[in-house]
């Protein structure tokens, strides 16, 4: 029996959350679920959208599943996700992107991982008001987490038998900060002759992504490129619905999607639970249950590839419920 935290968050959370659980018990996982809450009706009632208990019962069961939680835009509490990976120091994202056949999509090759810096760079959150008409914001990058990021990526490349690390920047404008990142990069390459190491520069990355995708293998990248490039390679492979991530630390783990919290679609019986299942389809294999790992994903992949029953955002007409159930059976 395993015991992870699972924070069902807001917005479409609480719906796909449901839909993760219901498949991976009727799989036959062996899980002891510490249902943790947290987002604005937290800090409503308890003062704090991310208070301690979210983190002590993360830190305790070393692993947690983690549906989005809605930040506001503009004002209010700072981001629960943003701080979570802080205060467990998750330095690492991973967010693999491979197509996944009955998707259609412009290109059928595609098959990378965007190794995503996860502590510092502009979210760190420091901004200053100058005055009225000018606000500035600190980008912050050191030594240690672009080094450790860079040499998880590495590690993961040789790992998962890949051929090639891209280190992403914007170091012809940024030249101390992404400068550095890059010093970094240089750096650990070097322990790793056997896998191929190259840089680019994110702006034309983001242009040869959309035209020739297949090219890429490992990009690792500061954090706010991360973010951003990685909602584009969702889109490669047929968007938010099915893109998966995982937060990984040196003692934590948590697996949660690249989407956010969908408002637009709450409570509407349409979101696509794909992408958390595939963060828990991770989450099962990190815990070295691979063989209910592979039926879940057989049941996933055959679901999506027959094509009867799709969400709205994979082309189909069918409720989240209905796409659930249909998993189920093809379990
Ligand atoms: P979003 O990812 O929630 O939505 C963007 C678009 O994709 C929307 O049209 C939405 O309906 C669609 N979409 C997303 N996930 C889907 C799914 N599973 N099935 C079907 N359609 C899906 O991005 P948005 O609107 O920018 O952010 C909404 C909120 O989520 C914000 O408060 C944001 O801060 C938060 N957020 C939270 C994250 C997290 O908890 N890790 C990550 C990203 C955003």
């Not at 965007?114 to 000018?134: C, F, M, P, S």
């Not at 912050?140 to 987490?145: A, D, F, G, N």
């Amino acid at each position: 029996m395993h015991n992870i935290t699972l924070i069902k968050g807001d917005g479409i959370g609480p719906e796909i959350s449901d839909a993760v659980v219901e498949i991976l018990d009727k799989a036959g996982a062996k899980i002891n679920w510490d249902i943790q809450t947290a987002g604005a009706d937290v800090a409503e009632t308890e003062g704090d959208p991310l208070p301690k208990r979210v983190i002590e019962s993360i830190k305790k069961n070393k692993t947690a599943l983690k549906a989005p939680v809605t930040t506001p835009i503009g004002k209010g509490f700072r981001s629960v996700n943003v701080r979570l990976r802080k205060e467990l120091d998750l330095y690492a994202n991973i967010r693999p992107c491979k197509n996944i056949e009955g998707i259609k999509t412009p290109f059928d090759n595609v098959d990378l991982v965007v190794v995503r810096e996860n502590t510092e760079d502009l979210y760190a959150g420091i901004e200053e008001k100058i005055d009225e008409n000018t606000m500035h914001a600190i980008k912050v990058i050191t030594r240690k987490s672009s080094t450790r990021i860079v040499e998880y990526a590495f590690n993961y490349a040789k790992k998962m038998g890949r051929k090639t690390v891209w280190a992403v920047t914007k170091a012809n404008i940024c030249k101390l900060t992404d400068g550095l990142f890059l010093d970094c990069a240089r750096e650990v390459a070097k322990n790793y002759p056997e896998i191929e190491y190259k840089e680019i520069l994110v702006d034309a990355l983001c242009m040869q992504l959309v035209q020739n995708p297949s090219k890429f293998d490992v990009l690792v990248m500061p954090n706010l490129y991360g973010d951003i490039v990685s909602d584009l390679t969702a889109g490669l492979i047929g968007g938010l619905g099915v893109a998966q991530g995982a937060n990984m630390g040196v003692d934590c783990a948590v697996f949660e999607p690249v989407h956010g919290s969908a408002p637009d679609i709450k409570g509407q019986n349409l979101a696509n639970p794909t992408a958390l299942l595939l963060c828990a389809i991770e989450m099962l294999k990190y815990l070295n249950e691979f063989e209910i790992a592979k039926k879940v994903e057989n049941a996933v992949y055959k679901t999506i590839k027959e094509g009867k029953v799709l969400t709205k955002d994979l082309g189909g007409n069918s409720t989240t419920t209905e796409f659930t159930k249909e998993i189920i059976r093809n379990l």
